[in-house]
């Protein structure tokens, strides 16, 4: 009961506020804007958090998830375009919605969903994270090793359909993470007489190359001067009880679905919102509605990929382990804050803890009411064409990395990343693995090594204790189901 | 080039990342056992990378050739490849500029006139650059407004 009374005094001041309005506009925006999406919003946002206190920073980029998350659903049901890969359910029923009904009230089915799964998701945060903290407090190095190592698999083997490309995009982050001054002994790893590289790759650089510059050549690619035509007539959004009483069972599904998926590393908010739209289209009482316009086809896979939001912060918090390319950009932004999320972080920064608890709700609160007052007006952005887009963001892309430590090298880096980022994604390597890694890795090797130390370089150690044990078989688990996947799928392959 | 091709290409070049990664870690870490009473210095867990790099570059290539399915052996095609050329030379060009001449806001304008007239290209020069010029003026003097003035970062 006592995370119900903490005091709020530090989460309501004026810094926080506008933290949050500037993240919330930042992220409906975004996520509005299909090719851009959450993650390049968040990304662009990390430097600006270096200048900010650690809950205002930390919060505008909740905001921005948050708000990125309603934001591909105006996309979504204006132009049938997901603008994230999190709305691609709702297009199925927000989009003939629009264009037979109005695309006011689908927007607004999918507003008010949106926001109750993300107070859903809030609240799932506010209750699970600490008894799983206080549970987390008894592992030692080699739990934290296997649980870092499992965080990497969901990712690795639920991210792309080549497991083998797969893993290799984990061991590539992993890699990033390795260069630099080595925290334990003092000795250069793999700088190649960079001293730029002596702190390690630059996480701005890294990420604003990786997804946003690598975005950009992707969006030039897909075509420059397109044109989307909505339909700006009626967008004014509100629901009468009666609409909303026709969609709580819907949405409580969806809320249900998108915060015990969310919780779980690797799967997210893109899985739960199709997972959310299958469960209520089959339970639905009129099933042939759906795909025709249905309300409940907007309201469950869109307070899933809200409530999914809440749910990834858990094991996050909880555990160190970001479960998704956003999440473990908002790592970046408490690294470079000097803290390290996991059990401890609930003592040692117990006001930012709980600051993000309910910060996260008020975070929902600000999408709702933006969203009810400027929604016909972010409707307005999705007609820029990406000529414009795409000049635009890429100065800020660079002004984001140089702002972030002064550095021309970390630039060119982010060029590099960027080029080479773009042919992994043409070969389907999955870029978000690289990034979930990279803020890993330290964890990882500091826990392996650790352990092995302590143990003498005897392997033994990930097998002593009870905890340890249920992890590997847990990982055991994962690889064979994974395995035994892929033998089924090949077997009903034509040969 | 074909599918094959550049996915080959990249298992090579990654293969050749791992090597080079791990010469240089070796090199740069030498010292690494002094620090270690058990063996497990700075240089052991990249190095176990690495090596799992090198052998799953090495699965990848050789599933790759092995993959005769017609997909496999398409043409890659890109659209707006000059586009894309055109950005990077751009970029470079503006990243150079900046870096050894300084001028921030001038390079910033240059750029997004020069991109964006490139961009709308097909709607004639004059209106592309006009309409180009306008849009540079503006997005120059917002960033100089929030970056230069109420930030006060410098560039």
């Not at chain 1, 599904?253 to 690797?266: E, M, N, R």
């Not at chain 2, 917002?142 to 006060?152: D, E, N, S, T």
């Amino acid at each position: 009961m006592e995370t119900l009374f903490n005091d709020l005094t530090n989460l309501f001041t004026i810094t926080n506020l506008l933290c949050i309005l500037l993240g919330t506009v930042v992220g409906m925006v975004f996520g509005a804007l299909p090719g851009l999406g959450t993650v390049i919003a968040v990304a662009l946002l990390l430097p600006v958090t270096f200048t900010l206190p650690p809950l205002a920073g930390i919060l505008m980029l909740l905001a921005t998830y948050q708000a990125g998350e309603y934001g591909g659903s105006i996309s979504a049901i204006l132009l049938g375009v997901p603008g994230t890969p999190q709305a691609a359910a709702t297009v199925l029923d927000g989009y003939p919605m629009a264009q037979n009904e109005s695309p006011g009230k689908a927007l607004s089915y999918s507003l008010v969903s949106s926001s109750i799964g993300g107070i859903f998701g809030g609240l799932v945060l506010i209750f699970v994270s600490v008894p799983l903290a206080k549970f987390a407090l008894n592992f030692g190095s080699p739990e934290y090793f296997l649980l870092g190592v499992i965080g990497l698999m969901a990712v690795g083997l639920l991210s792309g359909t080549d497991k083998i490309k797969s893993s290799i995009a984990v061991i590539l982050g992993l890699i990033a993470g390795t260069v630099g001054i080595d925290s334990l002994t003092g000795v250069n790893r793999a700088t190649f007489n960079q001293p730029e590289l002596m702190d390690g790759v630059n996480l701005v650089a890294f990420l604003v190359g990786m997804f946003a510059i690598s975005e950009l050549f992707m969006m030039i690619s897909k075509g420059l001067n397109n044109k989307y035509v909505a339909d700006r007539s009626t967008l004014k959004t509100g629901l009468t009880w009666k609409e909303l009483k026709g969609v709580v069972k819907s949405t409580t599904i969806g809320s249900l679905i998108g915060a015990g998926t969310g919780i779980l590393p690797g799967i997210g908010g893109g899985a739960s919102c199709w997972f959310a739209y299958a469960v209520v289209s089959k339970t639905s009482k009129d099933p042939e509605a759906f795909g025709k316009g249905s309300p409940e086809g907007i309201a469950a896979p869109e307070s899933s990929n809200n409530a999914s939001a809440g749910g990834a912060l858990v094991p996050f918090l909880a555990l160190g382990i970001p479960g998704s390319a956003a999440i473990a950009i908002i790592m970046g932004a408490f690294i470079m804050h000097g803290i390290q999320p996991g059990p401890n972080v609930f003592t040692a920064e117990r006001d930012l803890v709980y600051g993000i608890f309910y910060g996260f709700i008020l975070t929902t609160i600000a999408m709702y009411l933006i969203g009810r007052v400027l929604t016909p007006m972010f409707s307005r952005v999705l007609v820029v064409p990406n000529s414009f887009l795409v000049s635009i963001v890429l100065v800020l892309c660079l002004i984001g990395i140089y702002a972030s430590k002064g550095a021309f090298f970390d630039l060119w880096l982010a060029l590099g990343i960027g080029i080479v980022f773009y042919i992994l994604k043409r070969l389907n390597y999955p870029v978000s693995s690289v990034i979930i890694a990279y803020v890993l890795a330290p964890i990882i090797e500091e826990n392996f090594r650790r352990s092995l130390t302590l143990s003498n370089g005897n392997y033994d150690v990930f097998f002593s204790s009870v905890y340890a044990i249920a992890l590997v078989l847990m990982i055991v688990a994962a690889l064979a189901a994974s395995v035994y996947a892929d033998f089924k799928k090949r077997r009903h392959q034509p040969s | 080039m074909t599918w094959r091709s550049l996915n080959s290409i990249m298992s090579i070049i990654l293969i050749m990342g791992g090597i080079g990664y791990a010469v240089n870690l070796n090199q740069s870490a030498s010292q690494a056992l002094l620090f270690s009473s058990s063996g497990i210095g700075p240089a052991y867990f990249p190095n176990i990378l690495a090596g799992l790099l090198v052998i799953l570059s090495v699965m990848t290539l050789v599933k790759n050739l092995r993959d005769k399915s017609p997909k496999n052996i398409e043409k890659v095609t890109t659209h707006n490849s000059g586009y894309i050329l055109v950005t990077v030379a751009l970029m470079v060009a503006f990243l150079a500029s900046w870096q050894f001449l300084g001028f921030f806001y001038l390079n910033v304008f240059v750029l997004l006139t020069v991109l964006m007239t490139l961009y709308r290209i097909e709607f004639g020069l004059k209106n592309s650059l006009l309409v180009a010029l306008a849009t540079s003026v503006f997005t120059t003097g917002f960033l100089y407004g929030l970056f230069g003035q109420i930030l006060a970062l410098t560039f």
